[in-house]
């Protein structure tokens, strides 16, 4: 059986479509991989591909990748919503068939190598190829973003990299590489111009009142939109249904006196993610069957 791993880069770019383009034809022209998903935001700042393929060839869509990322970002000029570190954000590898999570452990210290050594670049390693136990999560990693790395000089002590110079790039700052499950990456836009409705959804849900397992949630303003977001990433969506999600998310927003205007899943997901909902209960706007990772299975 042919391996396939699931690989979905972030890049701190979600503005410059021809800076986007850029990086996404790197990513297809370096190798076999199939790009089965892009799409970028410009609250955010932020791109996310989906890729699909060997171990070889994700690796080799990721420096492609990683090299256009470097070239045209300069974070000293970045702003968003979403916290990064790096120009080349983060590298989650999941594994899909014929390939254990092992051996995408493995790929992603190939990876986090091919990336310090060919690029210059700080790199840490996160979830399952997390060598040190205080970087299992990334927003750990992530904490202060790209300005505190280029603040902190020399990186020492917490910040030190498991891989590379001991000092954030200067326009590309850090990445972080690591193999994990699968997640969805899940946000709800409600209705309203008032940052504080959104607060205050986010608030009860990081209390862990709203009794939803291992979701993680940040409250954004879009302001191209007019409205707030829950922002979150779905950790365990075998546990934590994205109805569930969903159906808190409104209950919690009319009882504030707004209504959901819609909701975003981002790339691709297994069928089973779905299953007791539709992506038209869930006001999923501009879901594709493309998104559905069985589809390309």
């Not at 280029?150 to 972080?176: C, F, I, N, R, S």
């Not at 927003?253 to 993610?273: D, M, Y």
Request: proline share 6%; with cysteine.
């Amino acid at each position: 059986m042919q391996p396939i791993i699931q690989c979905v880069p972030n890049f701190s770019e979600g503005r410059d479509s021809e800076v986007v383009e850029s990086i996404v034809r790197a990513a297809g022209r370096a190798s076999p991989v199939r790009i089965t998903d892009y799409s970028s935001d410009p609250d955010h700042n932020r791109l996310v591909v989906t890729l699909l393929g060997g171990p070889a060839d994700v690796r080799q869509a990721v420096l492609a990748a990683a090299r256009q990322a470097v070239e045209l970002i300069d974070l000293r000029r970045h702003t968003g919503a979403h916290p990064r570190i790096g120009a080349l954000d983060v590298v989650p590898l999941v594994p899909v068939r014929g390939i254990t999570m092992h051996e995408c452990v493995e790929l992603s210290y190939d990876i986090g190598k091919d990336i310090s050594e060919g690029l210059g670049l700080p790199v840490y390693f996160y979830e399952r190829s997390a060598i040190k136990s205080h970087r299992v999560n990334l927003a750990d990693i992530r904490r202060g973003g790209y300005e505190h790395l280029v603040e902190e000089g020399e990186l020492t002590d917490d910040h030190t990299p498991d891989m590379g110079p001991h000092e954030a790039h200067l326009t590309a700052g850090a990445t972080v590489v690591g193999a994990r499950g699968p997640l969805v990456a899940y946000n709800i836009n409600l209705d309203t111009p008032d940052l504080e409705v959104s607060g205050a959804i986010v608030k009860k849900m990081r209390s862990g009142e709203a009794r939803l397992e291992d979701v993680k949630s940040m409250s954004v303003w879009l302001a191209s939109r007019g409205k707030v977001q829950v922002s979150m990433n779905v950790t365990r969506p075998d546990i934590t249904p994205l109805r569930d999600v969903y159906r808190y998310v409104q209950a919690e927003a009319r009882n504030l006196g707004v209504e959901v205007a819609e909701s975003e899943i981002i790339g691709l997901i297994p069928r089973r993610f779905l299953d007791g909902t539709s992506p038209e209960e869930l006001k999923a706007a501009g879901f594709k069957d493309s998104q559905i990772l069985d589809n390309w299975l």
